[in-house]
């Protein structure tokens, strides 16, 4: 089998550079045939994932984050060979969280990932497909975890601009940033026949459970069922959202009055004030009119 190892130096705040020779020699302990190759800048993964199927790479490993992830998958999508190219994961993010919906698997343990890739099980596993209208613009993209509309995109922006923290504090710190300059407007989300048209703080799509680094905003999602679960949340006074993040930390937030959960096929999202919108917690739009989502359902093969 042909391995491709595509690792992003710079996830987990340099986490995953500085643990490439600890990879590379877990991927010869397990005699694991692979060539690796390194990231350069942002959207990298996606052209050398792209490169390595057309080299005929039969499996391509991300070392990173979600977001090196995302750009893997969408190298996968793009080349049409999501049922023949398998996609493995070691996982080294900040956040890390797409593997947080996966049975077993911690962020951080290569042992463990490198395992998986010497085993060899797949699952076959949806992933979901935007297209963001930004003014005149329109962008198409895949996520394979998780995708944000409002404050909890907003949240995405602020986390960029926080360069001195590791980990979970990066998120929280960015959730009171959001929420103490994020101004909420008019949303309508339509999804399979249903229509939500109000002032909401945000809609987040989730194919897997968690996002923004440990906020379990889709906590029943699962990876396989040809759906993506929906998380809308209205706006509220910011004394009563503060009290409600520990709720989402948990996943226990679905039944409070301020929240819709649903699940959808297809989700449309528009709203005259332009909003940030984050795919994989990748921020991809900064001022979004308009966004359509849809599943394809069962669309990558990833080593389980
Ligand atoms: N060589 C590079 N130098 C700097 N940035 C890079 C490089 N290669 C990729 N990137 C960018 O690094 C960013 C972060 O990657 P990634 O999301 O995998 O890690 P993370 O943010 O630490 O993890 P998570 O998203 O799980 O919190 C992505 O935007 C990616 O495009």
């Known amino acids: ?17 500085r643990r490439r020779n600890a990879i590379e020699a877990a991927l010869r302990d397990h005699a694991i045939e692979y ?5 350069h800048a ?20 991300a ?39 996966l049975p077993g698997v911690r962020p951080g343990d290569i042992a463990g990932a490198v395992q998986r890739l010497a085993s060899n099980h797949t699952q076959a596993i949806d992933v ?27 949240v995405a922006v602020e986390s960029l601009k926080i360069k001195w923290l590791r980990g979970f504090a990066v998120y929280l710190i960015s959730v009171f940033k959001a929420l103490a300059t994020y101004r909420p407007g008019p949303m309508t989300v339509r999804f399979d026949g249903q229509r939500v048209s109000r002032q909401l703080f945000f809609a987040s799509v989730g194919n897997g459970r968690c996002q923004g680094g440990g906020f379990w905003m889709t906590p029943d999602a699962k990876l396989d069922d040809g759906l993506l679960d929906l998380c809308i949340v209205d706006t509220m006074p910011i004394s009563r959202a503060l009290r409600k993040i520990p709720l989402l930390m948990r996943g226990v937030h679905t039944n409070e009055p301020e929240v819709t959960m649903a699940r ?33 359902p069962r669309a990558v093969q990833l080593v389980v």
Request: contains cysteine.
């Open 264 to 296: 959808a096929r297809r989700i449309e999202v528009t709203c005259p004030t332009p909003i940030p919108v984050a795919t994989d917690g990748e921020v991809i739009a900064t001022a979004a009119q308009r966004v359509e989502v849809e599943v394809l």
């Open 42 to 61: 942002r959207g990298g993964a996606t052209e050398l994932a792209i490169q390595a199927i057309q080299r005929g790479a039969e499996r391509v490993v």
């Open 63 to 101: 070392v990173g984050g979600d977001g090196t992830i995302n750009e893997v998958v969408n190298g996968i999508i793009d080349s049409r060979t999501g049922n023949k190219v398998a996609l493995g994961i070691i996982p080294l993010g900040t956040g890390s969280d797409f593997v947080k919906s």
């Open 128 to 154: 979901g497909r935007i297209r963001v209208t930004a003014g005149r613009l329109t962008l198409q993209r895949c996520f394979i975890n998780g995708l944000g509309m409002g404050l909890d995109a907003a």
């Open 1 to 17: 089998m042909t391995t491709t190892v595509i690792l992003n130096p710079a996830a987990g705040r340099g986490l995953a550079g």
């Open 35 to 39: 060539e690796i190759v390194t990231t």
